[in-house]
């Protein structure tokens, strides 16, 4: 299973731990002010437009407008008596830079610190983050002679085998996968493996 840090930050991260009145509100129109503000850059729906857009209270939506600019996710970028607020949504890779340290810090694995080695992390991606992968079982499958695409195609292969038979993800799959492995050609020309799961 993964672990919340696992998921790179985002604005959906930090809204989720907003708490008061506006607070479930907030992540709906941050989310519709950037699809508004796209091409403009400038989001500037009235009060009462929202209201009965998410079928809210005024006030909600007040309380949530307050709590978006509150955390610097809207700059006010016109205010104009009679006329509607114009805020600025921040993405929040802008907002990141704005805010240094208050973002989460996404799950490194064991081969974070091999050098360009991406077949770790494909393989923890292609198992849905349920397996971890770590250096002492990349040099073990590495060793079997198989090419990185090889060891892709039969991992694919190998899970769409076990998961059916409920087999467990962590208990002993490194060794039943290298077994597995050694018993496959080595040097095999492989297919698709987009074909397999």
Known sequence: ???????????????????GQGSTLAPLIYSLS?????KSGIFFASIPTLAQYFKSDERTIRKAIRILAAIKFFEIAREETGASVCYRPIHHSIWEKNNPGK????????????????LGPELHAISGGRFRVYPNWMKAMRKTGHSDNAIRYHFRAYIAQVLPTGQQWT?????????????????????DPSQIL
């Open 34 to 38: 950037l699809r508004l503000s796209k």
């Open 1 to 19: 299973m993964e672990t919340p840090q696992e998921i790179f930050c985002s604005a959906e991260w930090h809204l989720s731990h907003l708490h």
């Open 171 to 191: 208990v002993g799959l490194a060794g039943r996968f290298i077994k597995y492995l050694k018993a496959q050609s080595a040097g095999l020309t492989v297919g």
């Open 103 to 118: 973002c989460a810090e996404k799950w490194q694995g064991p081969w974070a610190k091999e050098v360009q080695d991406t």
